[in-house]
């Protein structure tokens, strides 16, 4: 629904441009009673003296598409996302390098491979990414939960890691 809208808000003015004939105005039928003339600078009290007209415009706000500005995430939010999902692949393989550490993702096994851990990544963010417009759809407010959770990830891997080499043996 939004990229129609914002096709439409793009088309009209290019039509307008191109010498069409078509044109649409949403305060069309208040445009009897509007006073064109109308200068702000002098005119600061309008709709204190035509509050019938400025009544009804705010009354039919909701005829007026509103539009939502998302500003994308940075590259650095972006670049930080991929750098801790890097860490946590390369930090849970060396973990699984001890006995006693397994894979608690329930959607791996318990001792996945270095190209099953990629395959996973792979799947589950990187065919959005490219797939779903994740770049230009996504907030930095949404990248920074994201990184928040798996940066505890890397965080949990890293102090599993430090336990495993005191108390464990490594298998290779």
């Known amino acids: 629904m939004r990229k129609i809208l914002l096709l ?7 039509s307008a441009m191109a010498g069409e004939s078509f044109y649409y105005d949403p305060l069309q039928e208040f445009a009897t ?23 009804n415009i705010i009354k039919d706000q909701n005829r007026f598409p509103k539009f ?12 930080m996302f991929w750098t801790l999902q890097a860490l946590d692949i390369l930090s849970t393989k060396e973990g699984l390098e001890y006995d006693c550490v397994k894979e608690m993702n329930p959607l791996l096994p318990k001792r996945p491979s270095t190209s099953r851990l990629l395959l996973h990544k792979g799947m589950v ?10 770049r230009t759809n996504t907030t930095d ?7 928040l959770i798996t940066a505890i990830v890397v965080i949990n ?3 599993v890691i430090n336990g495993a080499s005191r108390n464990c043996s490594k298998l290779r």
């Open 8 to 14: 439409i808000s793009v088309m009209i003015p290019l």
């Open 141 to 147: 407010e949404e990248l920074l939960a994201a990184n």
């Open 33 to 55: 009673d509007l006073n064109l003339k109308y200068n702000p600078e002098f005119d600061f009290d309008y709709c204190s003296k035509n509050t019938e007209i400025c009544n």
């Open 68 to 79: 939502d500005i998302q500003n994308r995430a940075s590259d650095f939010s972006w670049g």
């Open 157 to 159: 891997n890293i102090d």
């Open 125 to 134: 963010f990187g065919v959005p990414y490219f797939g779903k417009n994740w």
